[in-house]
Structure formats: C-alpha cells, structure tokens
C-alpha cells in the first residue's frame, strides 16, 4: 500500500514538473509579420517617394553584363516598398483579374527549396522547383499560404501581372535606370562586392545554411529596413524587382531584374548591388521576385 501511495505521489510530482515546465517556458521567438511604417495619409501620393530628376551612371564591374552607362532621368513619384499580398489582393479584388499562374494551361510557379547537404551545388535545379499550384496566393506550393502575411511582398507573380496591377493604380513599372537612380539614391561609389547591412539577404554558405544574423530566413515583411537616402525600404534583398526593360538575347524572352533577393550570400549571387542585373523569364513566377511602381505627375509642391 505504501509502495503505492509513493507511485501515485511520484507520478503526480512529474506531472506538476511537466505543467510547470510547460506554462513558464521561455516563448518561441516570434515570427515578424509586419514592421511599422509610416505612410503619411496627407503626403502628395501616400507611400510614394519623389525621386529627383538627374544623371544616374549604371553598372560596375562585378560581372560581365553590367557594363557602365550613363542616363538622364525625369523626376518621377516610386513605391517606398515593394509591393504587398494585402496590396495585391485589393486589386484582385476589384477587377477579378486572374494571374498567369492561376490560368488554364499554366499550373504554378518556381520555388526556392533548400536542399540537401550532398546536392550538387552547381546546378541551380538543386533548389529550385517548379511546384503545381503555386501562386501568389499558396507561394510556395498549394499546402502554403499568405494567411497573416499581408505585409509580405507579392510574389509569383509574372511581369504581365505586375504590369496589370500598375495598370490599375494608373501607373508602371520602373526601368531599369530608373530602378538603379531610385536605388543608388545619389551615391556615385557604394561599397560593391560588401555584404549590405540594411537589406534582407543570406548570411552563411548558400543555398545549404542562412544564419539568418539580419532577422529573416527566407521573405521579410516590407519596410523592415532601414529606407535609403530617397525613403526606399528594400531595394537592395527581400526580393528582386521586376523593371519595364527587356533583357537582350534571352530565350524564353526575359525582362531586366533588379536589387538582389534573400536569397544573395557572398559566395554564390552578389547580386545585393543597384548595378547587378538578372534575366527573369518573362511567363515565369517564382517565390524570389516582386516589384514596385512608379507615377508619372509633377514633383512635390
Ligand atoms: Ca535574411
């Protein structure tokens, strides 16, 4: 009997341990779903930064294609941030406005997805996936989705659906120099080949391990970083921006990428730079790419 009487107390003891253990835990780190912006409801063109008219000189000397140029500009009126899933949905919702990859004939998008250790790293195909059912709406496959993620930048979207919704905000997608003028915000020398600190990208050996040392592993919600001399969050990392300039000799055809993505580390992409340029297919989503519009009005008053 006294055996057990000390059998039911033990186990009554584990249980009020487990119960203690369970409910004065430390938290899990949160997951950042949005990070506090401030859009000035009364500004010209809330959440729109006026770049000034001026010469922006292009390119480096990193890699072959992003050969030096120099281009006048207008002024113009640019998104502050990449744009949203909640931003994204309001248009679908207006229009009923179905994207490439939710079409008959057409069934997902390309995911990034983290390989194993003994991958071949020299093919991209290791981590890169065309998933059925992909779309802006289940991101990265039809078990996703962007549920709690509204600050997060749209993404497997096509350069048609982007160019559809800046269609119905009355506006358009950047070109190229004028997404490199937006970006460089008036510094003629930037560190080039400098891992950025204010930029969503890769820290560790991709694509196998992301220490994550800037907050994020894989997509940030938009304006987690700090703006550049302009007011532009995240030009450089999150996710690369589709431009309005067509990239040359590429088939499929392809338009001009800018800014780098999360996925950029030092010893594979590079790309984190306002001069570094990317081909993306032109019917193709992937869950790397979004974009930003621009306005075409007069400057500030
Ligand atoms: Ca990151």
Not at 41 to 70: C, F, K, L, N
Not at 129 to 142: C, D, I, K, L, M
Not at 234 to 242: A, F, L, Q, S, T
Not at 260 to 285: I, K, T
Request: proline share 8%; charged share 20%.
């Amino acid at each position: 009997m006294a055996t057990r009487t000390w059998i039911i107390v033990g186990v009554a003891a584990l249980l009020l341990a487990v119960s203690i253990y369970y409910f004065t835990r430390p938290p899990a780190p949160p997951i950042t779903l949005a990070c506090p912006l401030q859009i000035e409801e009364r500004a010209q063109h809330p959440g729109m930064a006026w770049i000034p008219a001026g010469t922006v000189t292009m390119g480096s000397d990193v890699y072959p294609e992003e050969t030096s140029r120099s281009v006048a500009l207008n002024g113009f009126w640019i998104d502050r941030t990449e744009v949203t899933n909640a931003e994204f949905e309001a248009f679908v919702k207006a229009t009923n406005y179905v994207t490439v990859a939710e079409r008959k004939g057409t069934k997902g998008a390309a995911v990034f997805v983290l390989p194993s250790g003994d991958a071949d790293l020299s093919r991209a195909a290791n981590w890169w996936r065309y998933v059925e059912g992909a779309n802006w709406r289940h991101p990265a496959g039809p078990d996703t989705s962007i549920g709690g993620r509204e600050q997060f930048p749209v993404v497997a979207i096509t350069l048609e659906d982007a160019a559809a919704y800046a269609k119905w905000k009355g506006r358009r997608l950047p070109t190229e120099a004028e997404w490199e003028h937006a970006a460089r915000a008036g510094a003629s020398a930037l560190p080039e080949r400098e891992q950025p600190k204010n930029a969503n990208t890769w820290q560790g050996v991709f694509p196998i391990i992301d220490t994550a040392e800037d907050g994020f592993t894989g997509i940030a919600p938009v304006g987690c970083f700090k703006p550049n001399a302009f007011g532009l969050h995240d030009m450089i990392g999150n996710v690369w921006e589709y431009t309005a300039d067509t990239y040359e000799n590429q088939t499929p055809p392809a338009h001009v990428i800018k800014g780098g993505s999360f996925l950029c580390a030092p010893n594979y992409c590079l790309r984190y730079r306002p001069a570094a340029r990317q081909p993306q297919e032109d019917g193709l989503g992937t869950s790397h790419v979004g974009f930003r519009t621009v306005l075409d009005a007069a400057g500030p008053n």
